[in-house]
């Protein structure tokens, strides 16, 4: 990657922001101030015209900085060329050449380095054999020859023997060596298990308990994921999150479990249980929230018609219902995952031309949290639109 690179890109960016301008018309002309419906309904245009996706992550990663200091992957760069009306980004740099720039030279300067590393790899082994050798130590014949001459047959052969009563003193000790050291092992191994099943005992005391949860009016498992709090006494309480479907496990050795379970679609349950006599398995009911399950429905629900009239008929029947569910002073929050932008915020009307809209990306809109006040109005939202690989988890 070169400098050039970067700013050929950069160039790129203006061609894309100019070719969405032609037939679409963003809150803002700058294609970095894009955010939120902007960037959903270039999305849309791309799959449309150049066949493919770039993940709102990346969308703000490379389009909501300039310059950039990295350059996307190729595939992506591809896309964005052939949206612009290229046929590929080497198309792309070609027709914008800048002062002096060959393309063509700059191929030829890295096979010119690629044959070098080649000629210095080949030249390897012819480098290695012309190395200094170190010298072999000579041998010590010399001396050995000398040794040889020396006469020893008058020489005197002197044997010691052992001493019979060292040798039975010195065996005393060594048999009580022999029992300490056993018996620091033995104390050692007593001292670990008792430390192991202190450390343990939690584990081996404990008893497991398996919560299922259902829809109260369908008998189905719940469809949304879970926020279950553990209350104990004189302790912080614990927080899990179960996924739709999923039951939650809890160990403990307390004689009494209280849990506070609450959901989007669904009316906060709190769950006392005297575990001396409870069942190891158990199946809780949760009631729905029709109201909130109806905002739902609503924001997700097809609009897609027969003919031009009945998807204007049914685009029409969509805003009315989330008229009547939402409340004129709604507070709506979009979640995003990343750094740059991590959450908007949306009025009433807003949040119901995002999803009166017909697009692809309508089918990942998930729910994190919606409220309602004593009149039934749903006064607050949060919700994500998830990426394709999110909803693959």
Known sequence: MTDLD?????QLKKDVQGQYLKEHTPSQDDISKWKGIDIIYFQEDLRKKAK????????YTYFKTSPVTKLPRIDMLNLLSIYAGYDSWYEFKKQHLFAGELLQENENLE?????????????????VKNEIQ???PETGIAQNADLQKTNTENQNITQNKPDLNQIEISSAPAKKNFFKKNAWALVTSVLITITGLLGFKDVLFSKTYKYCFIDKDRGVSVINTLEI????????????????????????????????????????LEVNRNLENAPEEEKIELKPDDYKMAAYYFSIKDIKGGNPDEQVALIKQKRNQLENLISNNAVIYQVYD????????????????LVTTPTTSLKNLNVIEMKKDTKGKIVSIKFKIATTDEKNK
């Open 134 to 136: 170190p010298k072999k």
């Open 111 to 127: 096979e010119e380095e690629i044959d070098e590393l080649e000629k210095t790899v080949s030249e390897a082994p012819e480098t």
């Open 52 to 59: 493919g996706n770039i993940s709102e992550k990346s969308f």
């Open 338 to 353: 990343n750094d740059t932008y991590g959450i908007e915020s949306l009025n009433k009307q807003k949040y119901i031309t």
């Open 6 to 10: 970067l700013l050929h890109f950069e």
């Open 229 to 268: 709090m553990v209350v104990k006494e004189n302790e912080s309480p614990l927080m899990y999150k179960i996924k739709p479907g999923e039951c939650f496990y809890y160990s403990t050795k307390d004689k009494n479990l209280k849990m506070r379970i609450s959901a989007p679609f669904y009316e906060p």
